[in-house]
């Protein structure tokens, strides 16, 4: 099953308090591929300057990542600078440089079109629906949005949720969104206008699966070590996304285990600057986050309160 990822290819420039890096990779398309790619194929599109050291990109494609649809063009690549505080919960953007990115028109090559599992990442939800125009007949389409567009673009927006199988925000974006401030009625609301699933993305407090089946909340990884939260929740949805396309399985179950990769993945992503954790990762080290996972949440009941009624 082929999977799809339109978005920004960055370089990032990150300060934070455990250290910094400059003209890093990143975007949402890059760290989308980087985690999705060690569950499933990934094929990108999206568009660098004449400046992008596009060696760096060639890690993506030793590892079966499709990057003919990555459009160079004359000019600066998209570049974002950020500082993080203490805690790693806030960030101040210092400097935001769209480049070329600021002309970024969407052309699906015809050999992604058929693609069965669509990430639309965060960018312009007009651009967003031109890519729906222009692929066939995929079996989910998710994609991430943000406060900019919720704000800037709320009509073009609602008609994008009613094209697409499962949204991706983080609390504050579904508050913004909704106009409620409960997480929980801000889903149902965005449920009520179009998609099935919506992925609500609390940060160091986890994430939350809602639909009409039910309510699934995966914890964070508890890590030690976080340095760059850059590009986690783009992680997330590469490991969303990739563990469906590889197991091309949509039941609820499923969508289950997929919000456990996603964790898996976005909780690597942190623990070092850019895409460059995802160098060292095995499938045996995924494999045991996983096992990881299951254990912080499994317990058994006492059988004093197994069906106890009234």
């Known amino acids: 099953m082929s999977l799809l990822v339109v978005?920004?290819?960055?370089?990032?420039?990150?300060?934070?308090?455990?250290?910094?890096?400059?003209?890093?990779?990143?975007?949402?398309?890059?760290?989308?591929?980087?985690?999705?790619?060690?569950?499933?194929?990934?094929?990108?599109?999206?568009?660098?300057?004449?400046?992008?050291?596009?060696?760096?990109?060639?890690?993506?494609?030793?590892?079966?990542?499709?990057?003919?649809?990555?459009?160079?063009?004359?000019?600066?690549?998209?570049?974002?600078?950020?500082?993080?505080?203490?805690d790693l919960q806030n960030r101040e953007t210092l400097e935001?440089?769209?480049g070329v990115f600021a002309d970024f028109q969407p052309r699906i090559p015809a050999e992604f079109r058929d693609a069965q599992f669509v990430f639309l990442g965060n960018i312009d939800p007009e651009l967003q629906l031109g890519v729906l125009d222009q692929v066939?007949?995929?079996?989910?389409?998710?994609?991430?949005?943000?406060?900019?567009?919720?704000?800037?673009?709320?009509?073009?927006?609602?008609?994008?949720?009613?094209r697409v199988d499962v949204l991706m925000v983080n609390d504050a974006e579904a508050r913004q969104l909704s106009g409620d401030w409960n997480?929980?009625?801000?889903?149902?609301?965005?449920?009520?206008?179009?998609?099935?699933?919506?992925?609500?993305?609390?940060?160091?407090?986890?994430?939350?699966?809602?639909?009409?089946?039910?309510?699934?909340?995966?914890?964070?990884y508890p890590l030690e070590e976080v340095f760059d939260p850059t590009g986690a929740g783009d992680a997330f949805a590469g490991g969303f996304m990739g563990h469906l396309a590889r197991t091309?399985?949509?039941?609820?179950?499923?969508?289950?285990?997929?919000?456990?990769?996603?964790?898996?993945?976005?909780?690597?992503?942190?623990?070092?600057?850019s895409v460059r954790r995802f160098d060292e990762?095995?499938?045996a080290e995924i494999a045991d986050r996983i096992e990881h996972f299951a254990e912080l949440v499994r317990f058994d009941i006492a059988p004093e309160w197994e069906h106890v009624d009234g």
């Open 248 to 273: 091309d399985d949509l039941s609820h179950d499923n969508l289950r285990r997929a919000m456990v990769f996603g964790s898996a993945m976005g909780s690597f992503a942190v623990e070092q600057f």
């Open 136 to 162: 066939s007949d995929p079996k989910l389409v998710a994609c991430d949005t943000m406060n900019y567009w919720i704000q800037g673009k709320r009509d073009v927006l609602l008609e994008l949720l009613r």
């Open 281 to 283: 990762i095995s499938s």
């Open 7 to 86: 978005g920004s290819i960055a370089l990032d420039s990150v300060d934070t308090p455990f250290g910094s890096t400059a003209d890093a990779l990143g975007g949402s398309a890059v760290f989308f591929a980087f985690a999705g790619c060690l569950l499933h194929p990934v094929q990108v599109v999206g568009i660098i300057g004449d400046d992008y050291p596009v060696e760096q990109l060639e890690r993506l494609e030793q590892r079966g990542v499709d990057l003919s649809g990555v459009v160079r063009a004359q000019g600066e690549s998209f570049r974002w600078k950020g500082k993080y505080s203490y």
């Open 96 to 98: 935001t440089r769209l």
């Open 183 to 220: 997480v929980y009625r801000a889903a149902s609301w965005i449920l009520r206008h179009g998609p099935r699933y919506v992925v609500i993305k609390q940060g160091e407090y986890g994430a939350v699966l809602v639909g009409a089946d039910g309510i699934f909340y995966v914890p964070a």
